[in-house]
T-cell receptor, first 117, second 112 residues
Framework: GAVVSQHPSWVICKSGTSVKIECRSL??????MFWYRQFPKQSLMLMAT?????????EQGVEKDKFLINHASLTLSTLTVTSAHPEDSSFYIC?????????????FGPGTRLTVL | GNSVTQMEGPVTLSEEAFLTINCTYT??????LFWYVQYPGEGLQLLLK?????DKGSNKGFEATYRKETTSFHLEKGSVQVSDSAVYFC???????????FGTGTKLQVIP
């Protein structure tokens, strides 16, 4: 099946620093990738839709200047959390749409645990 | 708008028990339906899917049938194992590159 990787799997940073998370589709090209945030014991919250070669589409209430998304190639999207604060601590998950399938199936990365001190 | 409603957990079962996790949805048109599983500390894995009414998705002993008349997609397994302990998410995709809607997740705990 389609494989999506994320790096790093966990990161601890100091308040005020920026953190970059990578999402890669390993065996397919993804024109569209998605970034989710998941709080403990809760469902996924879609943050933004990342489109290759164009600006990301952010969901209502998500600060685009704080969560920078770049989708520079068909296999890589990055999420940069700028000037991170403890409230940004969360589990961030990306997914990619596998375009060869007729159905709108998303494949998820393993997630990145961000802890901001 | 679209919505997915799942039964609240946690669901605790003994090993080899029968599992049902209810999922109902609200959507216009003919969405595709999915079940994803999330093991502790991991991302989501696609468990099964169905793309049209009366389709049955199946994988690893799990099954779910797309019931348009009842707008449901209940997840079932005849005999659960301890290794099935995880959080299960029901989801729908309206297609046309619209965003996927997830349910709140149901935690399953299987005890030996």
């Amino acid at each position: 099946g389609a494989v999506v990787s994320q790096h790093p799997s966990w990161v601890i940073c100091k308040s005020g620093t920026s953190v970059k998370i990578e999402c890669r589709s390993l065996d397919f090209q993804a024109t569209t990738m998605f970034w989710y945030r998941q709080f403990p014991k809760q469902s996924l919250m879609l943050m933004a839709t990342s489109n290759e070669g164009s600006k990301a589409t952010y969901e209502q209430g998500v600060e685009k200047d704080k969560f920078l998304i770049n989708h520079a190639s068909l296999t890589l999207s990055t999420l940069t959390v700028t000037s991170a604060h403890p409230e940004d601590s969360s589990f961030y998950i990306c997914s990619a749409r596998e375009p060869s399938q007729a159905t709108d199936t998303q494949y998820f990365g393993p997630g990145t645990r961000l802890t901001v001190l | 708008g679209n919505s997915v409603t799942q039964m609240e957990g946690p669901v605790t079962l003994s090993e080899e028990a029968f599992l049902t996790i209810n999922c109902t949805y609200t959507a216009t048109g003919y969405p595709s339906l999915f079940w994803y599983v999330q093991y502790p500390g991991e991302g989501l894995q696609l468990l099964l899917k169905a793309t049209k009414a009366d389709d049955k998705g199946s994988n690893k002993g799990f099954e779910a049938t797309y019931r348009k008349e009842t707008t449901s997609f209940h997840l079932e397994k005849g005999s659960v194992q301890v290794s099935d302990s995880a959080v299960y998410f029901c989801a729908l995709s309206p297609g046309g590159y619209q965003k996927v809607t997830f349910g709140t997740g149901t935690k399953l705990q299987v005890i030996p």
